[in-house]
């Protein structure tokens, strides 16, 4: 995508975006100041002594929300690793930063803050537009294999590649336009825990992408040369698991990812479980509907909360290598069209609450139920019995429209078809995100306890006349890093990542991942948001160890993410500390060993490993 000048300077408001996108079908964050080099216009005179024949170019970066933007800042596209250890070498005698960027498709200020200006000393990377080459390394007897890929691949692009040689992994992130470097620089997963009797094939694990890793290579310094190389670190080797989840205070050019034999999903939708049955207290009658049972049956889930609505869409997935009778077949990924591009009288709600409307926020909550509620099942009856206010915006023509599509409930696909579906042109929220640690046997103590607090204090803000989310809550569970499924003897588990095992509490198997979703500019979201991150911080210390999911919101004011500086300096590494071992301590001191000079950091970074 290519916008002209107007595009590259102020842009347009979030206001104005929304609505020219809703006129054109879907509520769209369109993407701003997005220039590859023969769409950028001219530029001041390029940084003196940077390295010839790299694409250089001026372009502001502008993160997944819109909430972190910048003004236009110097940006190159390698086309080799070479040519990325030149440039790092360049800014490190210049006395400039180097910041690697992928697909933009995070939240949190780990490549450059909000309002970074156009002097900055920085030079953005772009791993994606040419640093994209996968190979194929490695097939073993037991199923499994190795591909090479380099940063700037898109996940989207590596699972195809996987997919096409019968290869695929337990989960993944739901969007596919994640770059592989990114996702592994802030640990992405999905949501897997081994069903109850389920053992994974080899190549296959329930922890984050990272700990796929048998193999990467980073820029780092180089005492001896006295300059910045190229290295490349094996998975049992030192400083090779501080680099596995790195929050961007490293750059990667590649890595060696193990992948285990592809499995067909079954995916199932539900759309009738109250939330009171779902977050059910532990010790729920036998036959109640609650997340941890699904969980123990299935292993893999999601539930999603829309605001003020009182049944989550609940998805769960099972291997199922033949296709159940009753489920709809499906061979590409993004099967929810419906929650991709909203109907445009959809959008046009949307747009009213960006406009100052927000105590639709209800409403709205309740349009996205039913929206999703019809295109999973074709029941219309909820529709047709609720007031004027949702019949104005869920008209018979949108509703003949979702049923045009064929109902999606119950598919069924090869792996990469069912874990991606999210798209770029979904509703671009922005979301805080914890990851709270249980024993497996207080799954369904740590979502009822947060759903109780989240329905009680979501009321409390309505009482006042206050609606701070108008999006969803979004549930998922997964195991902890186990670095055998690597299959590299001596590997360790990715030291920053947030699913790291706690050594004195080898009970504690689970991370059940919690996030909070909103549109960016909606009144008292970070007080809310504030509220929620107090509450789970302050959760029974002995029953669950909590940690931030780093490419999301964490660290709240009432004002403003990443800005508390109790959490940033205390509570934030209290997570990883806990516990002891190595972790972050020894995680903090490697990155700075190799990048003593700091050209691969920003000032955020510099604050947080300290």
């Not at 769409?39 to 929300?65: C, K, Q, S, T, V």
């Not at 695929?168 to 825990?193: E, K, M, N």
């Not at 069912?418 to 799954?443: F, H, K, S």
């Not at 979004?474 to 890093?481: D, K, P, S, Y």
Request: glycine residues 10%; aromatic residues 8%.
């Amino acid at each position: 995508m290519t916008d002209g000048p107007s595009s590259q300077g102020g842009g347009l408001s979030r206001r104005r975006l929304l609505a020219s996108s809703a006129a054109a079908g879907g509520a769209v964050w369109l993407m701003r100041g997005l220039v590859r080099p023969d769409g950028a216009y001219a530029a001041p005179a390029p940084p003196p002594g940077f390295p010839a024949g790299i694409d250089l170019y001026r372009r502001a970066y502008e993160n997944w929300a819109g909430e972190i933007r910048t003004d236009q800042l110097w940006t190159c596209a390698p086309r080799t690793p070479q040519e990325v250890l030149d440039v790092v070498n360049w800014a490190h005698g210049a006395g400039w930063t180097v910041r690697a960027q992928g697909q933009r498709h995070g939240w949190a200020p780990l490549t450059v803050a909000d309002g970074t200006p156009a002097a900055a000393r920085v030079v953005l990377l772009d791993t994606t537009a040419h640093l994209t080459a996968m190979s194929l390394e490695r097939q073993a007897a037991d199923g499994s294999a190795t591909i090479r890929v380099q940063a700037g691949a898109s996940l989207e692009a590596l699972l195809a590649f996987a997919g096409a040689a019968g290869h695929g992994v337990t989960s993944a992130p739901a969007p596919g336009d994640l770059s592989v470097g990114g996702a592994l620089a802030i640990g992405a997963h999905g949501t897997a825990v081994p069903a109850l009797g389920e053992n994974p094939p080899p190549g296959h694990g329930y922890g984050s992408l990272s700990n796929l890793v048998t193999e990467l290579t980073a820029v780092v310094w180089d005492d001896h040369a006295g300059r910045y190389v190229l290295r490349t670190f094996g998975r049992a080797e030192p400083d090779c698991d501080a680099l596995l989840t790195h929050l961007g205070r490293a750059l990667v050019t590649e890595a060696v990812v193990r992948v285990g034999a592809d499995h067909h999903l079954r995916c199932r939708s539900f759309v009738d479980i109250p939330a009171t049955e779902l977050f059910a207290a532990p010790g729920a009658p036998a036959g109640t509907r609650t997340l941890a049972r699904f969980v123990d049956r299935a292993g893999r889930v999601e539930a999603i909360w829309f605001a003020f609505t009182d049944r989550p869409w609940l998805k769960v997935w099972t291997v199922a290598p033949t296709r159940p009778l009753a489920s709809r077949a499906v061979d590409e990924p993004y099967n929810y069209p419906f929650s991709d591009s909203l109907p445009e009288p959809v959008a046009r709600l949307a747009g009213d609450l960006i406009s100052g409307a927000w105590a639709s926020a209800p409403l709205f909550g309740q349009v996205q139920y039913l929206l999703t509620k019809v295109a999973l099942t074709g029941d219309i009856s909820d529709v047709l019995l609720s007031g004027p206010l949702v019949r104005d915006v869920l008209t018979g023509d949108v509703l003949t429209h979702l049923l045009a599509g064929g109902l999606r409930s119950d598919l069924w696909g090869a792996s990469r078809n069912l874990l991606q579906y999210v798209r770029p042109t979904t509703l671009r929220e922005t979301a805080n995100g914890y990851a709270v640690l249980p024993r497996r046997a207080d799954l369904q103590w740590v979502v009822s306890r947060f759903a109780d607090f989240y329905r009680t204090l979501l009321a409390q803000y309505a009482s006042r006349g206050e609606y701070p989310v108008n999006g969803q809550v979004e549930i998922r569970v997964t195991g902890l890093e186990d670095p055998s499924v690597c299959g590299v003897p001596g590997a360790r588990p990715p030291l920053l990542s947030a699913l790291r095992p706690r050594p004195d509490r080898p009970e504690a198997d689970t991370a059940v991942w919690i996030d909070v979703l909103s549109l960016p500019t909606t009144p008292a979201l970070h007080r809310f948001y504030r509220d929620i991150e107090q509450f789970l911080l302050a959760l029974d210390a002995d029953r669950a160890t909590v940690r931030v999911e780093w490419s999301k919101g964490w660290a709240y004011t009432h004002t403003a993410a990443w800005s508390d500086p109790d959490v940033l300096t205390r509570a934030v590494p209290a997570g990883h500390r806990a516990g002891g071992g190595p972790g972050w301590d020894e995680a903090v001191a490697i990155l700075h060993r190799l990048d003593p000079h700091g050209v691969l950091s920003n000032p955020f970074l510099d604050a947080l490993l300290r």
